[in-house]
């Protein structure tokens, strides 16, 4: 049913404008134009930066728990009483001398 009045319709529009009314990529001479290209790939640069940024900033995360790990052992060590304060000291310095890269 919308075909055939979209068909209706046709001659109407050509007659009105001379040329049939084009939607898409193309141009009313029929030449084809590149730039429909450009809103997909501005996308998918903006979702690939959000994963780039969201992944760069959990690897940090991650860094950072894991050289504060050794620390909190320490700490609970210290804690339980298992090493006395010169070594708690000794060792803390040790592992904060020693950067992850």
């Given amino acids: 049913m919308?075909?055939?009045?979209?068909?209706?319709?046709?001659?109407?529009?050509?007659?009105i404008t001379g040329t049939v009314?084009?939607?898409?990529?193309?141009?009313?001479?029929?030449a084809f134009s590149p730039w429909?290209?450009?809103f997909p790939l501005f996308w998918i640069l903006v979702i690939g930066l959000i994963i780039f940024?969201?992944?760069?900033?959990w690897?940090?995360?991650h860094q950072w728990d894991v050289a504060r790990g050794g620390e909190s052992v320490l700490r609970?060590?210290?804690a339980r009483g298992e090493v006395d304060e010169t070594e708690y000291r000794q060792r803390l310095e040790v592992?904060?001398?020693?950067q992850p890269r």
Avoid: I, M
């Avoid at 055939?4 to 001659?11: D, N, Q, T, V």
């Fill in 2 to 15: 919308f075909t055939a009045s979209a068909l209706a319709a046709l001659p109407a529009a050509q007659d």
């Fill in 21 to 30: 009314p084009a939607h898409g990529p193309w141009l009313e001479g029929g």
């Fill in 36 to 38: 429909f290209l450009l």
């Fill in 53 to 57: 940024a969201a992944r760069r900033t």
């Fill in 59 to 61: 690897r940090r995360n």
């Fill in 76 to 78: 609970e060590r210290y």
């Fill in 95 to 98: 592992l904060r001398s020693e």
